[in-house]
């Protein structure tokens, strides 16, 4: 059972109250849980949708909610009820965090908006994940990863680079947003730690990808007047892609006068001549560089590549599935799956990306069966 007793890493001793679902929200926490946190999963009597999306040994464990709820209580609450609001207004008083994705005038009717739940907790953390933020227009209106993709421009960006408008193959605002949503609480609770100040934070999915695709996308269209359109070209180059080789694919970036000057002596390509020889005047016909270094890949075996671009510090990497990722030796020399006991069998889960040298984080547990630990969380709370 998961509680903030024994917990390590740089979060141990945060209680979070999590009343999120799917992913954006739960992959936040997650993160929060393996690095010591407490985070108590409010759930509904039917449980997180995620429960039912994937394959999974037993029903309500799906793959998808194993993965972004392990190491969490479970607590059912009906929080239609006023028993199930009495106790979360209890559980409330004992948390740092407050972490929702209702929209805003859900949270508001059930009774725990910010100022509802910080006349509880003056300095608590609250954190809303909206699709939009309420501030505008679009504020109630739903949103999922796929309408956000296409929204904020990605599906765009899919076409300029295949010729298709078209959704990439993760759910990338979800996730994207998720770790927004992680690095605004975590500031707000540098600032409270400082301080002493609690406050309410707001996440959109909308913003969060707007933010997210501008990065680069914006580049002309960045001045005023613009000098150019919205799009990176190189991102969008038609012939950006895996090079085929003589026996599979290969990833490769030849890209920075350094990498193309050892490209072009090791291999002495016919068309590498003087008018492609700086990073300006290649970026300026990018298109027809990937083309030209296109018919070169395809002259040798992937390994043949691999071994030649190594050698010479030039950025490069075979192709591998999702799958694979399993048994990738450098994820398995560094430990990074974690295999975690469950009542219906071991999993191996994809550990913690980052490392802490005095407080590490850890693989939080095995996902929660829903309401397990309502009994247990809700009998420890003090008595008023």
């Known amino acids: 059972m998961a509680s903030s007793q024994g917990r390590r890493g740089p979060l141990a001793g945060l209680r979070v109250l999590d009343l999120t679902a799917m992913v954006m929200g739960p992959y936040c926490t997650q993160i929060m849980a393996d690095m010591g946190a407490e985070v108590i999963k409010i759930e509904p009597p039917e449980g997180d949708n995620t429960r039912y999306i994937s394959v999974a040994p037993v029903p309500g464990k799906s793959g998808v909610f194993a993965n972004v709820n392990r190491g969490k209580r479970s607590v059912v609450l009906d929080l239609r009820s006023e028993a199930g609001k009495a106790a979360l207004r209890a559980l409330v008083k004992t948390a740092d965090v407050f972490i929702h994705s209702m929209r805003g005038k859900a949270i508001a009717r059930l009774g725990f908006d910010y100022a509802q739940v910080a006349a509880l907790r003056p300095d608590i953390v609250y954190t809303n994940c909206y699709g939009y933020s309420r501030r505008g227009p679009e504020a109630d209106q739903p949103a999922y990863d796929d309408t956000i993709q296409a929204e904020c421009g990605l599906t765009a960006v899919q076409q300029m680079l295949t010729g298709e408008p078209g959704f990439v193959g993760t759910i990338m605002a979800d996730k994207v947003a998720g770790l927004t949503v992680l690095y605004a609480t975590m500031m707000a609770l540098f600032h409270r730690a400082r301080s002493g100040e609690g406050q309410e934070v707001e996440v959109g999915m909308f913003e969060t ?91 040798r075996s992937t390994q043949q590549w691999l071994d030649l ?34 009542p219906q069998g071991q999993m191996r889960f994809p550990g913690v990306p980052t490392w802490f040298s005095r407080t590490p984080g850890a693989v939080a547990g095995a996902p929660p069966e829903l309401g397990r630990d309502t009994r247990a969380v809700l009998e420890a709370l003090p008595q008023d």
Not at 327 to 342: C, K, P, Q
Request: a neutral charge; aromatic letters at 10%; one cysteine or more.
């Open 309 to 342: 671009l190594r050698e010479l510090g030039i950025p490069a990497a075979p192709l591998r599935t999702p799958g694979e990722l399993f048994d990738n030796a450098h994820l398995n020399a560094i430990g990074f799956f974690e295999s975690v006991d469950t």
């Open 209 to 299: 990808m707007a933010s997210f695709m501008l990065v680069e996308h914006a580049n002309g269209a960045l001045f005023t007047p613009p000098l150019g359109a919205a799009h990176y070209p190189r991102a969008v180059a038609r012939n950006r892609r895996p090079y085929r080789t003589r026996d599979g694919h290969i990833a490769a970036l030849i890209y920075n006068d350094k990498h193309w000057s050892l490209f072009v002596e090791a291999v002495k390509p016919d068309w590498a001549t003087p008018e492609l020889a700086t990073l300006a005047q290649r970026a300026q016909c990018i298109d027809r560089v990937y083309g030209l270094l296109a018919q070169t890949f395809a002259q």
